[in-house]
Structures are given as C-alpha cells and as structure tokens.
C-alpha cells in the first residue's frame, strides 16, 4: 500500500517556526490564497445564525475561498412541507461568500435528513419519485448561477457496502441515486455534481469498495458525475489511513475529482498540526484533488468541540494546526 507523501518532521517543524513568525503577513491571502495558488479551493462550513459574529466573519473572509452552507441546504431545511422551499437561511451564507468572491459549495439535496421529514414519510413510491425530482429541481433551479459544486446524494451506503435504508431507497431502490444526479443536471447543467460519504477515506473496507463501484458505473452509463467528496471526520490523527492519498489518487482515475468535504481531526498541538499537513498534502499531491472544506471555523463553532478539531480556537486565534495546514498548501513534496 502506498503511503501519504511526508516532508517529514523535521521540515515540518521548520515550517511552522517560519509560518508562525510570519502569520500575520500571512493573513490577506491566508488558506485559500494559498490553496488558489496551486489552483484549488479552501473553504469552511458556514452557519447563518454566525454571520453576525464579527470575529467569525473576520475569519471567513481573510482566509477562505469557498463556502459551503453547513447545514442550510439539507431537506429539512428547505423543505419542511411538501413545495413549501424555504431559501432564506442558505442564502444568507450564498450572498456572504459572493460579496467576498467566494465558490459556494452546496449539501444535502439528497441525504440522510430526509428521513426526519414527516410529509415524505407518508409518499408511495410515486410520489416519492415526484417529491425527489421536485425538490432537486427547486433547489438547484434557485442556486443556478451561484452554488457552483452540488453534494446531490450523501452518505447513501452502509458499512456493510450495502444501500442505505432511507425513504428514498426503501421506496425506489438504489435507483433514485441516478435519479437525483440526472434531475440536478438538468436543472443547472453548468453546475458540478458530487457523491459525498463518510468512511470511504480508506479504499479497503466495503463502503468504499461499494462508492468505487457506483462511481466507475455512473461513468460507464454516462450518468453526471463530476466529482467525490470524501467528508473526513477524523476523531484524531491516528484516524487518518496510511493510503489516504492513494484512496483520492484512485477515486480520481476512475475521471471524477476528488474533493476533501468535511474536514476535522480531533487533537491539539504538533501531532494536530502534523496531521492536517498529512490530510492537505494528500490532497495538494494529487491534480485532480480540486480542494477541501474544514467542517467549521473555531473550536467553539464545530459539531463535536469537545475535540478541538478545527484550525483556530474559541477566540480566532490560528492554532498549530492552521499552520500545518499552510505548510502542506506551500511546502509540498517533490510530487506536487
């Protein structure tokens, strides 16, 4: 098995003694100048109700240059009563990362939220191919023009490798994953389209082997897909796969992109620093890798705070680990 490519520890405590002594030069371009650079995105996930926190939005704008509303998008969230849509929230976030010339990535068309979704619960499969379609169309119908990547179908496998239960699945079949990508490309055909999961960062076990299979398919049958998102929820760094750049570099032959979604890692200091470099280097590595979106800003604004994941703290401060990061994005191995 092939490794993730190291500019080893040394280099790398070199690189962060510099970076530090020079963060605030740093800070006009910060993450996604650098990520620009190499011609690729740095983005955060954004909630609307934080767009007032001056402090979060100071941040937002200096270092990031894409956005993904975190969890604006999702069904229930837009949704809530059948052709009812409900826009306002993820808009908020839409409007903010284009006035600052941010990409806008969009979550959650087709996902696990649906399922707490009580008028969908009540469909035959009819109507629940209907309401599907619908809800694809409208939404990305609203965003065209502005969200320029979709997530269409999250987290749509088991461990197992086998097809989620969901209201989707247990009504239509695994079908209505190829339903939902060829409704979002319909509706903005200019618009990137992405299958999004979690656990699939190691290509061994059966989930991954299974979103190889739909992916290598979709692209046999000409079904849209552009792209894979890997989410990467890492409680700590020895979570991270050895083959975790072969994982991207394989997913990328098959002739999608690859995109890093849903970036954290548990930890603090050096060995939380030492592994975001491993995780942006893995990405930086690989061409097709098109960029990667941490799953928040601060600490305090993060699903799980108790580990500390993100890259600046509860104050906005930039942590160790914001450095390891810029170093993997401007001190990359030979490869890159």
């Known amino acids: 098995m092939m490794r993730a490519p190291s500019i080893g520890r040394a280099l790398l405590a070199g690189a962060l003694g510099?970076?530090?002594?020079?963060?605030?030069?740093?800070?006009?371009?910060?993450?996604?100048?650098?990520?620009?650079?190499?011609?690729?995105?740095?983005?955060?996930?954004?909630?609307?109700?934080?767009?007032?926190?001056?402090?979060?939005?100071?941040?937002?704008?200096?270092?990031?240059?894409?956005?993904?509303?975190?969890?604006?998008?999702?069904?229930?969230?837009?949704?809530?009563?059948?052709?009812?849509?409900?826009?306002?929230?993820?808009?908020?976030?839409?409007?903010?990362?284009?006035?600052?010339?941010?990409?806008?990535?969009?979550?959650?068309?087709?996902?696990?939220?649906?399922?707490?979704?009580?008028?969908?619960?009540?469909?035959?499969?009819?109507?629940?191919?209907?309401?599907?379609?619908?809800?694809?169309?409208?939404?990305?119908?609203?965003?065209?023009?502005?969200?320029?990547?979709?997530?269409?179908?999250?987290?749509?496998?088991?461990?197992a490798g086998t097809v989620r239960p969901s209201v989707f699945a247990n009504r239509l079949g695994p079908a209505y994953r190829e339903e939902a990508f060829r409704a979002a490309r319909a509706a903005d055909p200019a618009a990137r389209l992405c299958?999004?999961?979690?656990?699939i960062e190691d290509l061994a076990p059966a989930k991954a082997q299974a979103v190889y299979d739909l992916v290598r398919d979709f692209k046999t049958r000409a079904v849209p897909i552009d792209c894979v998102g890997l989410e990467s929820h890492f409680p700590d760094a020895a979570a991270i796969p050895a083959a975790y750049a072969r994982t991207i570099a394989t997913f990328a032959a098959l002739g999608v992109d690859v995109e890093i979604t849903e970036l954290d890692i548990g930890g603090s200091g050096s060995t939380q620093a030492d592994a975001y470099r491993r995780v942006v280097s893995s990405c930086v590595v690989v061409s097709r890798?098109?960029?990667?979106?941490?799953?928040?800003?601060?600490?305090?604004?993060?699903?799980?705070?108790?580990?500390?994941?993100?890259?600046?703290d509860a104050t906005g401060a930039r942590k160790p680990a914001y450095y390891g990061a810029l170093s993997?994005?401007?001190?990359?191995?030979?490869?890159?």
Not at 195 to 199: K, L, M, P, Q, T
Not at 289 to 312: A, K, M, N
Not at 328 to 336: S, T
Request: hydrophobic content about 45%.
């Open 18 to 159: 510099v970076l530090t002594l020079t963060g605030a030069a740093a800070a006009p371009t910060g993450l996604g100048g650098a990520a620009a650079a190499r011609g690729r995105y740095f983005g955060a996930a954004v909630q609307p109700s934080r767009l007032t926190d001056p402090v979060y939005t100071r941040i937002l704008g200096q270092e990031f240059n894409s956005v993904t509303p975190e969890n604006a998008l999702e069904w229930d969230a837009v949704e809530p009563a059948r052709n009812q849509f409900t826009f306002t929230a993820a808009g908020r976030v839409v409007d903010q990362a284009r006035a600052g010339g941010a990409a806008v990535r969009g979550r959650g068309l087709v996902s696990p939220s649906a399922d707490h979704v009580a008028w969908l619960a009540g469909l035959g499969a009819d109507d629940t191919r209907a309401a599907l379609r619908a809800h694809v169309t409208a939404t990305v119908t609203h965003f065209r023009g502005q969200v320029g990547t979709w997530d269409v179908v999250s987290e749509a496998f088991s461990d």
């Open 195 to 199: 299958y999004n999961d979690f656990g």
């Open 289 to 312: 890798c098109r960029g990667i979106t941490v799953w928040g800003i601060r600490d305090s604004d993060s699903w799980r705070p108790d580990l500390t994941p993100l890259l600046f």
């Open 328 to 336: 993997a994005l401007r001190i990359c191995a030979p490869a890159c």
